[in-house]
């Protein structure tokens, strides 16, 4: 039975507004990128401490998270999920490598799909996923983000955009 969300909390991120949700169970559901207004959010509560874990990320004092994530989702997507957050802080990985791992290399495009999908950005990281000719590919949240979380994450804030 999927547990509905609960708790939300909202923040300002160096990339735009981040919304994190938690499920009745404390598991986060989803992080996504708001671009409207940001409403007021919980004052407490597990989706009010997993943002601050993502705060602390954006502050670059965080590099792993310690939070228990519920995405929902396929069996495939959640098996790429799971590689996802096996690509290490400050370093990329391609969809056909994922696919490879994942016994089928000829899936690389359904594995494109599946880190499309992904509920928890950030925390679960497809933005660490790039073109097998190491081209920045399709994100969620826009490429300008995806670029932006990859020079943060290699040490490099002053990226041109």
């Known amino acids: 039975m999927t547990k509905r969300p609960v708790n939300q909390a909202q923040f300002e991120s160096p990339i735009g507004g981040v919304r994190v949700t938690v499920n009745d169970g404390g598991s986060v559901v989803s992080v996504t990128f708001v671009d409207d207004e940001l409403v007021k959010s919980d004052q407490d509560g597990p989706a009010v401490a ?10 670059g004092t965080r590099r792993d998270f310690d939070l228990v994530v519920a995405p929902e989702g396929t069996e495939f997507e959640k098996r790429v999920w799971k590689e996802l957050v096996e690509i290490p802080f400050g370093t990329t990985d391609t969809y056909g490598a994922i696919a490879g791992r994942l016994g089928d290399p000829g899936a690389s495009r359904a594995v494109g799909v599946a880190n499309a999908r992904n509920p928890i950005a950030i925390v679960i990281p497809c933005h660490r996923v790039i073109g097998s000719n190491g081209d920045l590919t399709g994100y969620a949240g826009g490429l300008w983000r995806k670029k932006w979380l990859l020079g943060h994450e290699s040490g490099q804030t002053r990226l041109q955009f």
């Open 50 to 59: 997993a943002a601050h874990q993502l705060e602390e990320y954006f502050a």
